[in-house]
Every structure is written in C-alpha cells, then in structure tokens.
C-alpha cells in the first residue's frame, strides 16, 4: 500500500495501524460509512452503505444520486467508518475519551456500467450488510439495475485508528470521588417488525437470527 | 438560514427539510460527527465529538490535532451526523433501504482563544454526551486548557434526511415467499464498567444511570 502523508498518524502513532488486516476487520465489522468529497470548494460528508471485496469498497444509490454522480468523475474522495465502543470517563473532564475503531480511506471511484459488475457488487454490498438475504430476495430486474448506479473506489492508502481500554487518569487524580469506567456502546439490533402486508406463514429466516446474535 | 444548491435536495424531497427544529433534533440525540474539510486536493473526513449551542457547533481536541489545525484556518468544511435506526428488507434487493437521521451542516470554524469561552465550549460539549457529568469531574487546569484545542462551527447551511418506516415493495412482488419488513438498530449502552482503580465506596452516579435509561 502507498504511504503518503496523507495518512501520516501524527499525534498518537501507537493508535494507529497501516496494516491491512486491522482495516479490514473493521471495514467488515461496519456497514455505514462516510463519503467525504469536494464540490466547487464544498467538501461534503454524505453517510451510505458499502460493502468490500479486497482492497475495493462497493458504494450504491439511485442513479440521480448527487455523490454517486460527483464520485464517478473519479476526484479524490474519502471513506471514513467509524465503530463507536463506549465512553470512556476519567475523573478529570480533560482524560474523558471514547472507545472507537475507524479507517480513514482515500481513493477515487469509478462507475460499474456492465450489468454483470454492477450486478456482482449490489450482491457484495448486500451480503456485506446481512449474509444470506441476497439468495432469498427478488433479483434487480434490467430496468432496477439501470436505475441503480454502483461505484467501485479502489482504496490507495488507509488507516485504522482504535482506542480501546480504561481511562488513564493521571496519578494525581486517582483519589478523587468521582465514578470513573467506560460505559459501553454497541449498535444493537432489535427485534425484527415484519411488514404489515407480510403473509403471516413467513417465518423470520434463519439468517436474520444469526444477523441479531452476531451484532 | 442561507440555502443554496449545497443543500438542495434533488433526490427525494420529501424525505429532506430545512427546519432548524428538524435539523435540531437530530444534532441533539447524536453526539459523533464525521467532519470533512480538503487539504491539498484531498477530502479528509474524520470522526469526533461534538457539541451544539443554538447555531454553532463545537469540535474539540489536542492543540496537535492536524483536522483542528486545519480548520481553525477558516476552510469550508461539513459536519455530517447519522443516527441509524434500521434495516429495512423488502421482498426485492431494489427495495431494501435503510431507516436513519442524518444532517448535512455546511459551515467555517474558527479557534477559541480565550480561556472563558474554551472552558465554556468543553463543557458545552460534556454536557452534551452526558449531561451532569461536568459538574462530577475535576475541570481543567490551565495547563490542559492549553493542550486543548477547541473551534467553533458556524453552521450557515444545512440539511436534514429523514427514512422511516416499513419497506416500500411494489404491488407486484406483495406475494413474493419472502420475509419483510424493518429490523430496528439503536446504540445501546451496556452496563458500565468501573475502572479497576475505583475505591467500591463510589456508586455509578445517577446521571449515569439515566443516560443508560435514555439510549
């Protein structure tokens, strides 16, 4: 992977990782990220869903989408996800900190015009988000697959931050009566609504059971 | 509030809107910002803390943070925040969507100097995670005052989105066997974790407590 210092991990190095395993865990323990890109000297930051396969992400919309149609002109952009752990709470306002682990990714996209790539990368996408339901639902016809713009960015530098563990206090601060730990943060899944028009003999899949244990 | 074709909403109107109140409500339930601002041609989007009072919001950091360097320099920048609700799975891979808040705030920040309204933006932003903190914990001392950097973001456009609800499938694929509906997400608290140092005479405070009840 290139090195620039673009993704120089200047203030605490120790935080921080190039290697792509740790980007990868955490690119495949996500599901949202944020896309950052410039507009006439605006930056934008625009939440979507993706999914990967190797060093590429898999980004899709509605083909009037706005980012999507920025994004394919191929500018330099930024995918940036972050996994939020907990709150971390020390004793003195200044130690306070969060638990989180998050890739800061540069790239430029391109758009998939084929059917059989764009077709692939909305599977990729949405095996990414749950396992198992791609095989189970209605398949994108001619004219949803031309309504839909999928982007391949190809991820040229990256780096994963993660802060895990205790506050660390100072010595001095370590009498003080004030309730220190970490209150732990998770995106929990909840039990599933079935749609009101659901026919009521469709049992919830298997792999949305797995899907609610698993997060 | 300005608005021009920043914030225009091309896509789905309907899901948009400009309302302070809208646009309020969600900065209020979220507390982690992904931040975007360009350096050298780059897009640069990274996550953090924030806090808001009327107006502006504030972002804060260690004085040798590189994203607060750079937007201290008064560059365009945008403060994105997305509160997951949902997956929604329709009978179709085209149909499947995701419930959530988000708001786009377009703006410049600016560096506070002066201890008084440094002091008052950190526990702007404390408050904001977890109110009733602030008054708990030792404020900071000069010293950490000076190794904080802390900007106020002037928002002067933004955006809310909006998607709730069950999947919207067409009348066509009603009778599809296949298992629809919303399976809802939330950021759950879990039980806090004292750090190993506590003297066990410190109860977790009740301002914990109800934090914990309001996730």
């Given amino acids: 992977m290139n ?8 203030r605490l190095p120790n935080r921080g990782s190039h290697e792509w395993t ?53 500018m330099p952009a930024c995918v940036t996800v972050t996994l939020v752990d907990g709150l971390v ?24 015009a084929d059917e059989g790539p764009k077709s692939s990368a909305l599977r990729i996408i949405s095996e990414h988000l ?10 994108p016809t001619d004219k949803e ?27 001095e601060d370590l009498g003080l009566p004030v309730w220190a730990g970490v209150v732990p943060l998770r995106l929990q899944p909840g039990t599933p609504v079935p749609d009101s028009r659901l026919a009521p003999e469709i049992a919830l899949p298997s792999y949305l059971k797995s899907f609610a244990d698993k997060h």
Same sequence: chains 1, 2.
Avoid: C
Avoid at 130 to 139: F, L, S, Y
């Fill in 3 to 10: 090195r620039t210092n673009r993704t120089e991990l200047r």
């Fill in 22 to 74: 740790a980007i990868y865990d955490i690119l495949d323990a996500g599901f949202l990220a944020h896309v950052g890109f410039q507009v006439n000297d605006q930056p934008v930051v625009i939440p979507t869903l993706y999914g990967r396969a190797g060093e590429k992400l898999y980004l899709h919309g509605s083909a009037a989408s706005r980012m999507l149609g920025e994004l394919e002109k191929g």
């Fill in 89 to 112: 709470l020390a004793r003195s306002a200044f130690h306070h900190s969060m638990n989180y682990r998050s890739v800061v990714a540069f790239g430029t996209a391109r758009k998939l």
């Fill in 130 to 139: 749950i396992r198992g339901r791609w095989d189970d639902v209605r398949t």
């Fill in 145 to 171: 697959l031309k309504a839909t713009s999928v982007l391949e960015f190809q991820i040229e530098e990256a780096s994963a931050k993660v802060r895990q563990g205790p506050p660390l206090d100072g010595e």
